[in-house]
């Protein structure tokens, strides 16, 4: 069983930035790739940036490629995603899981509460 606690987000106007944390406990962090996802109300879950497991290997959407970073610390089993010139269209509520980085797709059924990100315009 693992255990994710998303936190960070909150409403910001377009161009502002915000930092996602995510606290993950239950399992051995440090051995996987970890992810953001993303859930806009009326839309589907979607990939928004992964990390490999050692933090070596970073991968991003297209649509937020020079603006989002995500990076971890493995010694406080945490996740950041780093989001700097956020647009109207970034609003959704935040999600982190184990990554699949191939395909891009969680690796875990259960997810947290997310935290919610608005970008007014």
């Known amino acids: 069983q693992v255990q994710l606690v998303e936190s960070g987000g909150g409403l910001v106007q377009a161009g502002g930035s915000l930092r996602l944390s995510c606290a993950a406990s239950?399992?051995?962090?440090?051995?996987?790739?970890m992810g953001w996802f993303r859930q806009a109300l009326g839309k589907e879950r979607e990939f928004v940036a992964a990390?490999?497991?050692?933090?070596?290997?970073?991968y991003y959407t297209d649509s937020v490629k020079g603006r989002f970073t995500i990076s971890r610390d493995n010694a406080k089993n945490t996740v950041y995603l780093q989001m700097n010139k956020l647009k109207p269209e970034d609003t959704a509520v935040y999600y982190c899981?184990?990554?699949?980085?191939?395909?891009?797709?969680?690796?875990?059924?259960?997810w947290g509460q997310g935290t919610q990100v608005t970008v007014s315009s």
């Open positions: 990390i490999s497991f050692n933090g070596g290997s970073t």
């Open positions: 239950g399992r051995t962090f440090s051995n996987y790739h």
């Open positions: 899981n184990a990554a699949n980085t191939a395909t891009k797709q969680p690796l875990f059924h259960s």
